[in-house]
């Protein structure tokens, strides 16, 4: 099949929509993919891009047509909203140019902003070509529980925009089975929604690190606590610091947090106020392809959620790839996601939230034998494999667009 993908974010970027639209390909498929300049999580340009260069090249094999936008950049919601905005808008008019033949199936990645799927209806009138929209992040209930927006009119204009998006697609992914009430709110029929998923890609797995690998002089001496991901208003931050506070009694316990983001800047300084120095280490952001080799290094994993209904609701992504390296977890999680944990046998999870329940369930992990420890990583790698594997979601994904598209295809 001939398969667009529409999304605002893409390579170099650090999206699971990277390893899909591999996947696909690697699958025999012709997949193009319509983006924006990459810009994420810095806010501004990555080095060789710009507002008017580079507008076309591969990924791999995989095709990518890329449209300006505005930077996000670094801590103000204007210029996200304008970043949002611009990609929405020009992705739209510049379609009948960038993306040229016959399309078989367009597939939308919507993390956020929602306003992807503006661009994409655009493609599916022209092309004529039916639309899977992979539904990552609720709106408007995410724009609220981020306090990212809190006026009422401009939430109801994106419930309003919300429904035109959903109603114009054939076939609506969630990421986790709790989004199907949600979305059906919308009045869109069960028949048209179906749980599709996060997977991993292939290369987070356990692996054995030399005793002399560069990446074990990175790392604390001592019991490591390991988070990877963003840094932001949702991972509740808040609630690991109050956590890491309750163990200055052991400094033998090591927060060590892989990443960037816009709360990046507030958790340095509360590091610093909190007196937290020695115990909370912000090693920045790495490849990709390291970050296997950090994960075994580390004893436990870590992943938060701010507590909010709506976040109850949600798998964090990074969930799948702890469970893919075998590695136990601990959890200040609420809804799905500590359901996924409890499920799997992976960890030990407490509410979101609640610091006193993270600093016990790291206390309680410390206190375990390594043996133990191991068993719960083993376990977690058989239910990532029973539940997420990454070809069986690809073939399952296959089949909805070859069904979709019929005779086209």
């Known amino acids: ?21 591999l996947g696909l390909f690697e699958r025999g498929h012709e997949v193009t993919v319509y983006t924006g300049k990459p810009n994420y999580p810095e806010g501004r340009f990555f080095p060789g891009y710009g507002f008017f ?50 399309v078989d199936a367009i597939l939308v990645y919507e993390p956020s902003p929602i306003t992807v799927g503006l661009p994409a209806l655009v493609l599916k009138a022209l092309k004529r070509a039916p639309l899977l929209f992979w539904v990552q992040d609720l709106w408007p209930e995410s724009l609220a529980a981020a306090d990212a927006v809190r006026a009422r009119w401009i939430l109801k204009a994106v419930e309003h925009l919300v429904r035109f998006i959903y109603r114009g697609c054939d076939l609506i992914l969630v990421q986790s089975r709790a989004f199907v009430e949600p979305i059906k709110a919308f009045g869109i029929p069960a028949e048209r929604i179906a749980y599709f998923p996060n997977s991993a890609e292939e290369l987070y797995r356990s692996v054995a690190v030399a005793p002399d690998a560069p990446e074990r002089a990175r790392l604390p001496a001592g019991f490591c606590v390991m988070f990877a991901g963003n840094i932001g208003a949702a991972q509740d931050f808040e609630t690991i610091l109050a956590a890491a506070e309750r163990l200055k009694s052991h400094p033998e316990v090591h927060w060590v947090v892989f990443g960037e983001g816009r709360l990046l800047p507030w958790v340095e300084s509360e590091v610093k106020r909190r007196g937290l120095g020695h115990m909370i280490h912000l090693l920045g952001r790495h490849s990709v392809e390291s970050m296997p080799r950090f994960f075994a290094l580390a004893d436990v994993m870590l992943v938060t959620l701010r507590k909010n ?101």
Not at 3 to 21: G, H, S
Not at 71 to 92: H, W
Request: aromatic share 8%.
């Open 53 to 102: 260069g580079r507008t076309r090249e591969r990924y791999e094999g995989v095709e990518v047509l890329r449209v300006p936008l505005l930077p996000r950049g670094e801590s103000s919601g204007l210029r996200l909203a304008l970043n949002y905005v611009s990609f929405a808008l020009l992705a739209s008019v510049l379609a009948p140019l960038r993306v040229r033949g016959h």
């Open 1 to 21: 099949m001939r398969i667009l993908i529409v999304t605002q974010y893409f390579w170099p970027e650090n999206f699971r929509i990277n390893d899909l639209a």
């Open 309 to 409: 209904p709506i976040f109850a609701l949600t798998i964090p992504v990074k969930v799948q790839s702890y469970l893919a390296c075998a590695k136990p977890i601990v959890a200040a999680l609420d809804g799905e996601g500590a359901r996924i944990v409890r499920e799997a046998g992976a960890g030990i999870s407490s509410a979101s939230g609640d610091a006193e329940g993270l600093a016990q369930a790291v206390l309680a992990m410390y206190r375990m034998p390594e043996a133990e420890r191991r068993a719960i990583g083993e376990r977690g790698r058989r239910y990532f494999e029973q539940h997420f594997e990454r070809g069986a979601l690809l073939r399952r994904l296959e089949a909805w667009m070859s069904e979709l598209a019929g005779p086209r295809s």
